[in-house]
């Protein structure tokens, strides 16, 4: 079994910047990708962001493509969402995730206000 636990979500204004972490624990963290994935109330949980084993290589969501960087410090089993320029279309719960979906995180929750 994996664990993450995500925090850093928290209350915002527009134009803010925020940056979430997602701590693992319980399996080698580097023999994943690693995700993070939002979703709004009443709405499906879609993809924001992706970041190879190594942190080499990233991957984005248009939405969030330019604003948001995600990163992970192997040596401390972390993964980060570093996001910038808010706006109130962000406000979302956001959870982290191995890449194949397998382990979750029970999320944080980020609101901008406009």
């Known amino acids: 079994q994996m664990q993450l636990t995500e925090s850093g979500g928290g209350l915002v204004q527009a134009g803010d910047s925020l940056r979430l972490s997602c701590a693992a624990s319980?399996?080698?963290?580097?023999?994943?990708?690693m995700k993070w994935f939002r979703q709004a109330p009443g709405k499906e949980r879609v993809f924001a962001a992706e970041?190879?084993?190594?942190?080499?290589?990233?991957y984005y969501s248009d939405s969030v493509k330019g604003r948001f960087t995600i990163s992970r410090d192997n040596d401390k089993n972390m993964m980060y969402l570093q996001m910038n320029s808010l706006n109130p279309g962000d406000t979302d719960v956001y959870y982290c995730a191995t890449d194949n979906r397998e382990y979750w995180g029970k999320g944080t929750l980020v609101i901008v206000s406009s």
């Open positions: 970041v190879s084993w190594s942190g080499n290589s990233t």
């Open positions: 319980g399996r080698t963290f580097t023999n994943y990708a």
